[in-house]
């Protein structure tokens, strides 16, 4: 099967099957929470490979836990109707902790035990941040009015900024690739492309959705665009972890589209910019 029906299959089965998880808002959407937690397991394991090709790392079993704490955390806000600031305090524990196994944890068996202590804390800073505090913003949406609308345009808008940028960078961008050095068969078509689409899915939530989406359209144009570029540079920031790594993907999970980090990678970057915007847009 070519890595071109293997892509549209996921999308055809993929995204329905994900926008489905939005529109049961059972107990402040139980279910897509669930999924949230499984796809951090899973996508942290796959960070830590990408990471321990060059660094020095800490137990394994210990980061993922910690940072799997971080969407339970999130679950348990929503669910118990929790404040949300208790995922704050969850992050500045598990950072604590991170510092506090080098120090009670040394590497006794080296003959600089604390020489690659550095490494073992920033990389488990970043895997904790990327993999597990981001997606949070996500579980923090779940308790909104209008949850259910704002969630499913932030799928929409993730998943059609990448199919827009795909398919237009596949039509004209044979002869302006190149955009960005991290993936070279980025296109300024493709960028354009994913953009403009992006924007079209925002005016069309203003028309679907005008309880959630009041005012003028300008706002959601704005909104577009925040998040157009914002899930674009999520795309390639997880190049530059893949490649640093000289991985192609980050697993071999989801076919035509390699692991889950490969998939969420512009989810986890957008999910704070939009929460940050929908904030400042419309004074939730």
Request: net charge neutral; aromatic share 12%; hydrophobic share 55%.
């Given at each position: 099967m070519s890595k071109l029906v293997q892509r549209l299959l996921v999308f055809f089965i993929g995204v329905p099957l994900v926008l489905s998880?939005?529109?049961?808002?059972?107990?402040?959407?139980?279910?897509?929470?669930?999924?949230?937690?499984?796809?951090?397991?899973?996508?942290?394991?796959?960070?830590?490979?990408?990471?321990?090709?060059?660094?020095?790392?800490?137990?394994?079993?210990?980061?993922?836990?910690?940072t799997v704490l971080l969407p339970i955390t999130g679950f348990l806000c929503a669910f118990l109707s929790l404040p949300f600031d208790l995922l704050t305090y969850t992050l500045i524990f598990i950072l604590l902790l991170i510092l506090l196994y080098?120090?009670?944890?040394?590497?006794?068996?080296?003959?600089?035990?604390?020489?690659?202590?550095?490494?073992?804390?920033?990389?488990?800073?970043?895997?904790?941040?990327?993999s597990g505090f981001l997606i949070t913003f996500v579980a923090r949406m779940t308790v909104w009015t209008n949850s259910t609308?704002?969630?499913?345009?932030?799928?929409?808008?993730?998943?059609?900024?990448?199919?827009?940028?795909?398919?237009?960078?596949?039509?004209?961008?044979?002869?302006?690739?190149?955009?960005f050095l991290v993936s070279p068969n980025k296109s300024i078509a493709g960028f354009t492309g994913g953009v403009l689409g992006t924007i079209g899915i925002g005016i069309l939530a203003w028309n679907i959705f005008p309880q959630a989406f009041p005012g003028s359209v300008y706002k959601v144009v704005i909104l577009g665009l925040i998040a157009s570029v914002s899930a674009i540079f999520g795309d390639l920031i997880e190049s530059v972890l893949k490649r640093s790594a000289h991985y192609?993907?980050?697993?071999?999970?989801?076919?035509?589209?390699?692991?889950?980090?490969?998939?969420?990678?512009?989810?986890?970057?957008?999910?704070?910019?939009?929460?940050?915007?929908i904030q400042l847009l419309y004074g939730i």
């Open positions: 998880m939005v529109f049961v808002d059972y107990s402040n959407h139980l279910i897509l929470h669930i999924a949230m937690i499984v796809v951090t397991i899973i996508a942290s394991l796959e960070m830590y490979g990408l990471l321990a090709v060059h660094n020095s790392m800490q137990p394994r079993m210990l980061v993922i836990t910690l080098e120090v009670l944890f040394p590497r006794v068996k080296d003959e600089e035990p604390f020489a690659l202590s550095n490494s073992r804390i920033s990389s488990s800073f970043l895997l904790v941040i990327y609308a704002y969630l499913s345009v932030f799928l929409a808008m993730v998943f059609g900024c990448d199919s827009f940028a795909w398919l237009i960078g596949m039509l004209f961008g044979k002869g302006n690739r190149g955009l192609k993907d980050s697993g071999k999970v989801i076919p035509g589209r390699g692991g889950i980090l490969d998939s969420i990678d512009s989810i986890l970057l957008l999910s704070p910019v939009y929460f940050i915007a």
